[in-house]
């Protein structure tokens, strides 16, 4: 018996749709009968992850613990969160539901050991997702070399994040702060970049940029569908 999906959303907007956007282009089905039903609660005013690790901010664990129940409630069969950050407060969530979490970072750590095995990963992400460490142990625990942003270069990460996808600027107005990160991570040894925050990829799309890279979005839509029972479209 197939299996469904819900989305535990809204951080942001429009990595939850680009989630499910990749779900269905991900999915070998020949029409529309051969796509996954899935469940999406895109709650906005879930409060700031980052905000809630570095700085003492408003736990938004109620506010996704909510939408969980509302998934739970329309019969989903696995939750799927597509925000890195959020993944922090994952072991507070599991204990809250019987359905399954799939992890976007182990997914991701895992495409980066066997798409680039013994390369150096570059981790792009919020402070937050960093500072908590979350990539780092996946990717030390796949045996994956990684380096991260130093402190100007997270701080030029969190201006592309958040004045520029998520406040819906055009991409010349953070070209150059996006392209001063990887240069400088390229020029101290990385061979490619993990893009540790839903975002990244969307501005990796906006800038037109050929980057050598994991998108855990993808690889979170591609261990979705198989989860669920259907086969990953290959490009």
Do not use: W
């Not at 392209?179 to 540790?196: H, K």
């Amino acid at each position: 018996m197939k299996k469904t999906i819900g989305i535990l959303g809204g951080m942001g907007p429009m990595a939850t749709a680009d989630l499910f956007q990749k779900i269905t282009a991900l999915t070998d089905a020949a029409g529309d009968n051969g796509h996954i039903r899935v469940y999406i609660d895109s709650n906005a005013s879930i409060p700031d992850r980052t905000a809630a690790i570095l700085e003492g901010g408003e736990d938004p664990v109620p506010a996704m613990a909510d939408a969980l129940r509302h998934l739970e409630l329309c019969g989903a069969d696995c939750v799927v969160m597509p925000c890195n950050t959020a993944h922090y407060f994952l072991p507070r969530l599991e204990p809250l539901t019987k359905l399954p979490f799939l992890s976007m970072i182990e997914a991701a750590a895992e495409a980066c050991r066997t798409r680039f095995p013994g390369k150096t990963v570059g981790i792009l992400a919020t402070t937050g997702t960093l500072s908590a460490g979350l990539y780092q142990e996946a990717l030390a625990a796949a045996g994956v070399p990684f380096l991260v942003p130093d402190a100007g270069e997270r701080e030029a990460l969190m201006e592309v994040i958040y004045q520029g996808v998520k406040a819906g600027a055009p991409p010349s107005q953070y070209r150059e702060a996006f392209c001063s990160v990887t240069e400088g991570m390229m020029n101290r040894g990385t061979a490619c970049f993990l893009l540790a925050c839903t975002e990244l990829p969307l501005a990796v799309r906006e800038l037109g940029l050929d980057l050598p890279c994991v998108d855990p979005t993808e690889e979170l839509a591609k261990a979705a569908i198989r989860f669920c029972g259907y086969g990953v479209r290959e490009k």
